[in-house]
Structure formats: C-alpha cells, structure tokens
C-alpha cells in the first residue's frame, strides 16, 4: 500500500477522557473513532489488525473441525422469552420494536440461535460431537462503556458453541476448544493466564477464562508461583486465622453510641476485629438476606450471588435498613434476627467464641455471643473476598494479585438452554435425552486493545508480527532523490509479493514520517536514506532508539529473519 | 472438511412462502435459517460462498488501493439529524433508543458516518482523491421482505465512498470503481448489465445499477441490441405517434354516465384512445398535483417523484378525489383545475388537436379541448413508462424488456453530504471548497442468491468455481469397503494441500449422498465406487445426468483442467 492512498487520520491531541493508553494511541494513530459513547468506527489499520486476529481464529478453529456460520444480529425477543433471558439480562439488553411494532432485541450472545437451529437436527446421538462458530458483531448497551474498545457496546466476538450426547463428548470439546484458543493467544502475541472463572452467569457449571495481565485491566487475578490462578471473584478463601478455644461467657449488651465502623467498635470494645462479626444486609431478587462475616473479612458479592442463586443483588442502604428493620445500619445482628428471610454465615465464624454482634437495637451491640447457644446457623459458606497474602486453597502457597483483560471465556453450559429448547435427541438405547452443551468466546476488538496493553513502547506500538497491520514499512527520506525513488520502488516491487509492506512515499517532513511510523508499529521498518546510492540502508525495530545500516543486498535476509 | 464434522441440516419440504428458486434451494441444502422477516441465520455452506465474495471484492478494492474500514452498526440519531435523513428516510429506518433514552438508528448505509470521519482530516487538495470501503452488516425495516436474501431486513453490503476535490478525480473515481464492481461480478460468475438508474433517492446526479437479469427479479430493464439499457424507473420513453393537424374545433360537454375506464370513454365517444387526455390526482407531500398524459399511455410514478421533486407520492384513492374536488374520479380534467396545485403534463400531449378531457364535474367530458385555448401549459416532461417495443431515444431502435436483480449501483453524490457536514477543503489557490462525493455499493449477501438464480440446476446448484463453498466433492459409495477408503483417504489428503475438499465419510445411502451432492454443487465431483481397487473413479459436474469413469491417475490433470 503506498501511504499516499492510506487513511491513517493521526491526532496530536486525544481527548482527556481515554485513560487507557491502547485507547490513546489507538485515537492518536489513526486506528479508530468514537461514533457515540462505546461506539467505534475501526479504520484501516484497525481493519488489518482485527482481520489478521481473525484468520487466526478461523485456522485454529478449522484444526478442530468447527464449521464456521453467521447468525444475524437482529433478533425476534420470542427467542430470548423462550429462555427466561428477555427479562433477566437486564439493561444491557438492546430492546427495540419494527415498523410493526414487534419487540425485537440486538443480540448481545447467541446461545439461543444456535440452539434453536441445532434442535431440529440434532435428533440422534449419531450426529455429535457437532462444535459450531460465528465472529459476528454483538451489542450490549454498558451503563459505563469505557477504555476505548475494552469495554464497549458495539464490539465484535468470535462465539462457539458444542453441542454433545453424552458428558464425556462435552468434556473433549471443553479441552479442545479451550486448547485452540490458547493457541489463538500465543499466536496473536499475548502473555495470558487461564483462571477459575464465574459460570454463574451462563447458567452453566465449568468456566475458564483467559486474562491478558495489564494494568489496566477490570478484573483481579488471585495467583501462586505453583501455579494456582483465578478470578478474585471466584478465588476460594481459606480461614487461616488459628482458633483458640474459650469457655463460653455470659452474654452483655453494650451501650455503642455512636460507633459506626469496625475499627472503632474494636476500640471501643477493646476486642480484636476477629472478635467481632460483621452483620450486613442485602436485598437479593425478593428477598431479605443477612450475610455474618469475621470483622477482619470483606463480602464478595459473585460468592453470595452464586449461593444464594440470585438474579440481582445489593447491599441495603441505610435508610433502607431503617425502613425495614427499624434500627440503625450497625445495630443489626444476627440473634433474633426476625427481619431477615435468609442468613448467610461465613466459614471464618463457625469456629469463634465470645463475639460481639449488633444487638438488633440502635446505638447497642452484644458482647460474649456464641454460636448454637444464642443463634443457630445451618451451614457455613465462603462467601469472602480472598486477599493478596493468604494461602491458595490448593497448594497452600501465599496469593499474589494481578489486573487482567478478559479476552476470553470458555463454559460448560449443560442443559441450561437445550432444555428450553426441547433440542433432545435418541441415544444409543433410543432414549430421548437433552443435547449437553458448552459456550465459548473470545473478544476479538477487546484483543486489539489487549495486544496494545501489552505491546506499546514509549513513542507508539510494537506490534507482534503476526498482526501488524503491515509487516515492513518502507521509508523514503527524500522524495526528489532518483536514487532513493528506484531503491524505494524496487523494494516496494519485490517485497510486496511475499510480505505487507506500507510504502511512505508522501511529500512529508523526517520527523512526520517517523512519528507515523511509530504509530503503525511495523515489525521492520526500512529507511531509504542518503545511502540509498550506495546500496545501504536502515533497518529499526519499534521501540529501538537507533536504526542500523544494512546492505541492500543483505535486505531481504534480514527480513527473512525477522518476519519469515 | 469431513462430511460428518459439517453442519448442512437439508429439508425435504420447504416452506410454502419460499417463492424464488434460490430461496427454495438455499433452504433445501442448509445455506440459510430465516429467524424472524426478513432475517437469516447463515450457516456453514452459505457463509463459505459469502467469504469467497467478500475476498474477490477485497482484492478488486485493492487492486484500485481502496483501504478497507468497519463502521459501526449502531449510530446515534444525531448524525442523520445533520443529514436531514432521521425524518425523510421514512419507515425503513430502525430507529430505537438506548438505556439513557438516547435516540439511536441501525444503519441503513453510512455516508454519514464515512462523511463526518474524513471532514476533519480531507483539509488540503493533497489529501485527495480518496476511495474507502467496509463490507458491513447493514438494516432496512422492509415492509415486505421477501425472496430470501434478495430483499431482507438485515443483509451484508460492500459500501464504498469515494472523495475529490474536482469533477475530473470523481469520474475517474466514478468509473474506477463501476470497473472494479464489473470485475467482481465477471469473476464470481454472474451475467449482469449496467444500466442507467434512478439516483434521486441518494440525491446525486449520475448513476448506474448493475442488474443480473433473472426471472424472480423485482427490476424491469429496458434494453435494445445496440446497447441501449435502463431501469424502466429511468427509461426515457420518446413518442412515436404521428400527429396529424386539424382545425382546432367547437369545445362541446358530453354527459358520459358510468363511463369508468379509457376504453369505455373512446368506445362511446367514437375516439382513438390517443385523443384523449387522462387527469390523475397525485398527492406529492402536501401539494396536489394532476399529471395530464395520452390515454395510450401509463405514468411513471419514479419520473414523476423526480420531476417534482417530492419525498413520498401517491396516486389520490377514489374517496381522495372526491373529498379534495368534489367530483367523482374520471370526471377531473385539466381546464379550470382549480384544485391543483400543481399541473404535470406529459410530452404526449404536446401536439394533440381536439381531444377528450374530463369536464370537472361528475359523469361529464369535454370533447375538441385544444392546449393555449382551453388551458394551459408552461413545459412538458417525460412522466410515462416505456413500452416493449418502442424505440430507444438513443439508437432508436426497439426496446426488449427482461427483469433483473439490483446486485450493484454506483452514484455521483457531489457536495449532498460534505455541505451538511461542512467537509471543506483548501484547493489550490488557498480557497474552501467542499469535498465532491461518490457513493457505491454491492449487495453481498444479495449476490449469493442472484449467483443460484443464474446458475440452478434441475437438482440443485451449480457453483461457479471461484464462489462455489467446495471446489471438490469426495463420495465414497460404501464406508465399509477398505479399498475405497484407502482410496478416498489419499484423495482427500493429496486434494486438500491445492483446493477446499468435501469428504463425504458418511454411512448414508448412495442416493442420500447425491441428492446432498446436488446441493453442495460443488464443480467437481468424484465419485469413490466399486472400481476403486482398479485404480478407476468417477467425475461428474453438477447438472450432468451422468457421470464419467477417470483413472485415478489422470484425476489430477482432470481436476487442474476444470477448476485449476
């Protein structure tokens, strides 16, 4: 491509609102524009970004025999009542209606589709194994679309879905699938950890996600040296506070005007926090839950959501805890609790003596409480954010945090929406079973952000090879210079038959050209300089603070070398 | 790809609505799924054919250095509102709000969206010209989708948008892309003709539509041998009656009772039908307009739209007319037409002597009415449609009718766009200018039907090779047989390296494997029967009755002769 002809509008400013620096180089070099909030136009070095990204995705996903498809984005919203998600997905559903007033909706994922497709052909055992996918632009109408292409509400995803007779079968199609992606990460560049993931919202049971450690990341990563990774959201916390055992006291209530956080109780009380257990209300779907926690401890709300099967969930706010319960946020606890439909303990206070809790009283608190003797609790839950330090649930070693992309998210689904769908099937006994589904995604415009996180330098970006929206950027410094014009379209001519070559050949300042090309971010880059007469030119990589001459005649092994 | 691996659910029966052979065929063979109006699910079969478009297109776009861009499906209703077009689009355009009540549209095409992006960066002459493209998935809320993917409510579109900051750039534009969009349908094997076109509805001036004669075609293309070709929305009709000259005579009221239609009116006045003036009532916005036209002729609704430039037009219903004149229908006329607002008349009309009109008064005619002294006309325009058979206003020679599909139109926009969105330019003597557009676009999913309406066979498809979604069809008779599997094995290893294999491995009968054959349509079939072990197979084309025994040796070169 010779740059002349290229649309590649570069930016001096970026607007003070694009935090991420994918987002700001991104804006500065030309790759995308916003259109409206999490909306973005991809321009042609985005393009060739997103479409290399994706031949890499369809080659991973041919070696495991998936068929590729394209279902439509438009979608009746009967397809989505059939599934209970029409009304439980929430606000980030796009709901519309048609010119005849049909509610329809913008798929944000399509396990429906497929499963309303499949159903009709699926009917004996002797058609699965059957993995199918689709890259296809979807929509989720995001309360906060922020990062640039990292959390938008237009975006574009490759989504597969395996349809399978038996778990076994599911099983081989979870490991392969979960194996081409992999493969998808390593080739486009990524560094990526596979962590225990949330399945809680898919309905299904199984979940890995990958993440793409980066600063700027949404999501926390709980991880071990010995190899122990997940989700903070997921991450299993194990009490390792050491329990001393204590005949029980005489239960006091305590006058605690006032006192309004756990430090100040502790201090007040002259207790240490693990002596204290926190009561906290929340409101889930319908219904009134009191979640018990160790004072020391924080509550992870996917751990409380996942036990107690919840569509939605918040803490109360205070004056709704006045409302309904009549005492004063701090006041409330567990015995005698009346007001709550549900209580939740956490394991951290199965084992504990002589704590303080709220006394279900304004302004007073109970001392020396114990378990079975003033309140009873059925079962214990972890429902705790794990934290950086403790041990890990498996190898015991201490937990490290990282921030992390998600940039992809594989599940074992089950029967969640073959059920619905009476997708069933004969097996071997000519018994009519549901077919065993998985669902799987990866974020291909959240990767071209990802790659960025992970690949900028201080003046642009280093893109991998195997991305770059051009391989080798060819330079020529003068354009009034004969020699330099027939070196330059020489190797214009030869290289682009085996590789993509961006050629700079506008009437441009050495400093414009540069500035260009740090942005484009080509693996090689090829300066047609003064030497050009003399058969010598330069070679950079991104990032590098210096070129190096080559001779022309060594040119092409070089590049062999570096991008072959 | 292994037969069994594939995902291609045939149908024995397919709906009764399924009216275009190609809808049929796509349906029977498992290209497509409609999941609601006018929407479908393209699965395996039809999603290789439309990437084997898109990529001849991307290369024909290349090869006229065209970069390629993807804008967004959801677009704030802001952009359309600069445009004018969030109102004058009408119906077709989805419009929805999201979750802060923000109006939004899906778009329909995107000269907006393409406009406002290069307004900020085409500031100089030097930066032009510039031609962009995106293969994207677009929405238009038909009111009667039908024929499958030739009129949907979400397709895929190529959209190319060219900018010049001279008239010269933009023909050059103008036929470098008609050629490129000439190059793709030759080479995905379509028969096609481009013909003048209606291009008022884009607001430009000159335009050409592609058209791919086929019988279920919505278009009627009226073209001579010597070249002569157009939508009959736009076929100039010149008049071919010869006028004799006569006095003109005494005007004369003639009470015409129950007289409804023209024949009836020139049998009972004893006049030819080309001596009388038929009077239809338009309503064309908020204007009444009587278009005045020889009773032999019919009035071109599209010309009409054109010559008054109206947004929406329709002919007044019997109750209209009634209601707006007072005088039941064929008693309207043109003298003392008070009610008009405006008064259309047809060349046709031009040299008539003593002739028929309406008496503007219920069941009564004006016979001998002569044009400058019963009323009057300031200018005659071409509003009638053209006739089989009459000659062309070019070669005059006679006009063949034959219908055609839409599958390509290119436009000279000029300035419609950039004024709105202030998209100037400094030219070369320093001054401001706006920007000068061409707007071009091909129906891609569009073209997967028009290629099976071209190309069906008495059982199926017949691939044209470059699109076909298999060029080679490996059937191997009987899985049991362990010569033939050696066999096909072989095959489908050698094959695969050089082109995309179908291996049908599938325990199915033989006339299951056919009839599924004759869908795929791929233009190689081989056929793995009983002479396998001899070293002896089959070949035969999709739509031949019989097939043809080839040793296994020479399939190579039989193969390379047909698709290589």
Redesign the interface.
Known sequence: ??QS???M?TLKEVPADAEAVSHQLMLRGGYV?Q??AG??????L???V??KISNIVREEMAKI?A??????????AS?WQESGRYESYG??L???V??HE?P?I?GPTHEE?FTE??A??LRSYKKMP?T?YQIQ?K?R?E?RPRFGLLRG??FIMLDAYSFAANEEQLDVQYQEVGQAFQNVFDRVGLKTMAIIADAGAMGGSDSTEYQAPAAVGEDTIAYTAGGYAANIEMAKSIDSLEVTTEEPKEIEKVHTPGIKTITALAEFMAVPNTKIVKSVLYRADDKLVLVLIRGDKQINEVKLTNIIDANELHVATDAEVVELTGIMPGGIGPVNATFADMVIADETIEHLTNFVVGANETDYQLANVNLGRDFFVDQFYDVKLAEEGELDPIGHEPLKFTRGIEIGHIFKLGTRYTKDFHANFLDENGKEQPVIMGSYGIGISRLLSAIIEQNYTERGIAWPKTVAPFEVHLIQMKMNDADQTKVANDLYQSLSDKYDVLYDERNERAGVKFADADLVGAPVRVIIGKKASEGIIEVKHPGEQDSTEVKLTELENYINSEIG
């Not at 498809?69 to 438009?74: D, G, K, R, V, Y």
């Open positions: 491509m010779r002809k290229f649309f509008p524009r259109v409206t909306v973005y136009s991809y321009l042609p985005a393009n060739l997103l479409t025999d068929p590729e498809m394209l279902m439509p984005i438009f979608l009746p397809l606000p980030n796009f709901k519309l048609d010119r049909r329809s913008l589709t497709i499949v009709e052909e059957l199918l632009t929509f109408d309360n509400r237009e």
